[in-house]
């Protein structure tokens, strides 16, 4: 089978198993419902069971969806941008960044809001994006600036920063409970507001990703190489790792930290239709966006009405998955 008879056909079971993902996620829950009652709230014949499909159910379905593709396109630019296919959204720290804004908001002990997100997304928002930026200015003060540089740099700032996050709690351990939310991930508190928030940056993000896939695909040849074939490669790194980062910060912003989705996905996904980034980030994306529907499903169902924290199922399927991976034979690459 060619490379196109593949990607058309995995572009129909992303479909396919996306629309089911949603029925499903539609009609599971603590409150028992049926096909047949979601049906007659669609048509405005029940509206009994409207606040729960239609307020509830599907924002978390959406964000569900949302977190799983700016996660996947995540690590498919990082992947990318640091020609390593074990790179994923957190590797710069913007998981470790989010983990200590959210706990010392804890500490704090105030409360705002902003478009929607609480004073926990603000500020996880905030020291993820800002973390991300103070490794890149220092990997950038070298005089050679080189993606080991970066990736190194990354690694120790997200040390330290989960180092400050542990001494957080420590100090308050009263506040370990709110903060697994964000240790280990949760669609529970879902809404529209956080859907209309994560849509317009991931939209944006997936256009510009788009139209500089093929600047990424020189980029893969090498900086030389991509320079001699008139990439301007300083600028598309520079936007590539903005586009990576907002993309995370975003997602641990309104879901918390889910980890596996933004590394294995898109390594899967690039073993089954090729390393060409113009359909690698939007398969990517469409893989990501189903992959997480359907953990968020299994962690409400698996002890309902109990919940589990959605990065404890993507952990769970992801690392057997990602060693077996790594492991397979060389020629089924």
Known sequence: MNIKSKRKIFLLVLIIFTLFGCLLSLKLGPVKTSYSELFRAISGKDSQFSQIFFHLR???ACLAYLVGASLALSGAILQGYF???????????????????????????FSISLFGL????????????????????????RRFQTTESLLLTGIAAGALASALTSFLLFRRADAYEQAVFWLLGSFSLADWKQVWLLLP??????????????????????????????????????????????????????????????????????????????YLFIYASLAGGLFLIFSDLISRIVFSPAEL???????????????????????SA
């Open 201 to 278: 940056c991931f939209i944006l993000a997936a256009l510009v990703a788009q139209y500089l896939a093929k600047d990424m695909n020189l980029l893969s040849l090498g900086d030389e190489t991509a320079r001699t074939l008139g990439c301007s490669t300083k600028t598309v790194r520079k936007v590539f790792l903005l586009l990576a980062t907002l993309l995370a910060s975003f997602s641990v912003s309104v879901a918390g930290i889910i980890g596996f989705a933004g590394l294995i996905v898109p390594h899967a996904v690039r073993l089954i239709i090729g390393p060409d980034h113009r």
């Open 58 to 60: 599907l924002p978390r």
């Open 309 to 331: 924290p959605v990065g404890v199922v993507t952990a769970a399927f992801g690392a057997p998955f990602f060693i077996y991976l790594l492991n397979r034979p060389k020629r």
């Open 118 to 141: 609480s004073t926990q997304s603000l500020l996880a928002f905030l020291t993820s994006l800002i973390l991300v930026s103070v490794v890149y200015l220092i990997s950038e003060r």
């Open 83 to 109: 020609r390593n296919p074990l790179a994923d959204p957190f590797i710069l720290g913007a998981s470790s960044g989010a983990s200590l804004g959210a706990v010392l908001s804890l500490n704090l002990g």
